[in-house]
């Protein structure tokens, strides 16, 4: 068992501070950057583990399928993971994604710069490593709002229940949580 002294260690990420750089080739073949973004209310970013994950593949499409809510909302989204270019593709094509933005390759350092839980292939058809789901919101600002940080592939924000959280706190212009560490 590796200990956290000997990796290097995942920031705490705290809410209402500067989220993370984050840099990003989409399938659309352009360059995807956090600090570009101007949604009227949040960028949403979801971090999937990638094409071996079946329950990722019913969780992105639930994502595709309320896209337009999330937009009525004024929330931006991208679906990010490690998979190459060729694993991405596959994976859209097979959750059949049309109108979500899909973001690939992402490096472990990228990962471990967002506190992502990272997992080392333990079956045939998983990757050398691939990082755990997590779902964050940020202020047009660049700050972190919210930030559900998955260790398995089952522990993932529902997104019915998250539009039905944001229709409340939008309006009420609801603080920032988790703020003290």
């Not at 500067?18 to 990003?24: D, G, H, I, K, N």
């Not at 080392?120 to 691939?130: D, Q, R, T």
């Not at 202020?139 to 972190?144: H, M, S």
């Not at 039905?164 to 703020?179: A, D, H, K, S, V």
């Amino acid at each position: 068992m590796i200990t956290q002294s000997e990796t290097t260690t995942s920031p705490k990420l705290i809410m209402g501070n500067q989220a993370p750089v984050l840099e990003v080739k989409t399938l659309d073949g352009k360059i995807w950057k956090l600090a570009d973004q101007t949604p009227q209310n949040y960028t949403m970013i979801v971090f999937y583990r990638g094409l071996h994950c079946p329950i990722c593949e019913q969780y992105i499409t639930d994502l595709e399928q309320k896209l337009d809510d999330f937009k009525q909302l004024g929330v931006e989204a991208i679906a990010l993971s490690g998979d190459s270019l060729e694993k991405a593709q596959q994976f859209q094509a097979k959750a059949n994604i049309q109108n979500l933005t899909i973001g690939y390759s992402l490096t472990p350092d990228e990962m471990r710069r967002w506190g992502l839980y990272l997992t080392k292939g333990h079956f045939e058809s998983e990757p050398a490593l691939f990082s755990e789901p997590a779902v964050f919101l940020i202020k047009p600002d660049g700050r972190l709002y919210f930030a559900n940080i998955g260790t398995h592939p089952f522990s993932r924000v529902d997104f019915g229940f998250l539009l039905q959280g944001l229709e409340y706190i939008i309006p009420r212009n609801y603080p920032f949580r988790g703020t003290e560490w």
